[in-house]
């Protein structure tokens, strides 16, 4: 199921998006396999720690996170990835793990690869394990508002 604070705020602001229900997956490669999208064409949220606040850094699933990247890019004395354990409260609509990228949302930073702001759409995790939305990258862009860098490889 569409987690219920991204569906309202995304038809609130009357943002085309389409829905794409596939069958149950839970890594972002078994995700982009089952939604038969290619893996660089599916963003997955990663959930870190920067100096105490909880962040996401948005990047193609078949991409990893360069922590050290990403404390440089921040400039912070303390960065992580989160346990499941310190962020799954803050997301009581969506099952653990299928956190859409809307950091805005949830009042937490959100940081994206460059490489998923050259796709016309973005494509990532509604909120449940079965359940995907994709929508402009323009209008993703100007909702969100995240910081676009390089912290992927």
């Given amino acids: 199921m569409l987690a219920k604070t991204l569906k309202s705020y995304l038809d609130q602001r009357n943002v085309r998006y389409i829905t794409i229900t596939h069958s149950p997956a839970f890594t972002a490669q078994e995700v982009a396999a089952s939604a038969h999208i290619p893996g660089k064409g599916l963003a997955k949220t990663v959930m870190v720690i920067i100096d105490g606040a909880l962040a996401m850094a948005v990047l193609p699933s078949n991409r990893r996170v360069q922590l050290d990247d990403l404390r440089s890019l921040t400039g ?28 805005n949302l949830y009042d937490m ?9 050259v796709e016309p759409d973005i494509v990532f995790n509604a909120g449940s394990h079965t359940e995907l939305i994709r929508m402009g990258w323009r209008d993703y862009y100007n909702l969100v508002k995240p910081r676009v860098a390089d912290f992927a490889m």
Avoid: N, Q
């Fill in 76 to 103: 912070c004395h303390d960065l992580r990835l989160a346990r499941e354990s310190e962020f799954k409260s803050y997301f009581p609509d969506c099952e653990p793990g299928a956190m859409p990228p809307f950091g």
């Fill in 109 to 117: 930073s959100t940081y994206v690869s460059p490489e998923l702001a």
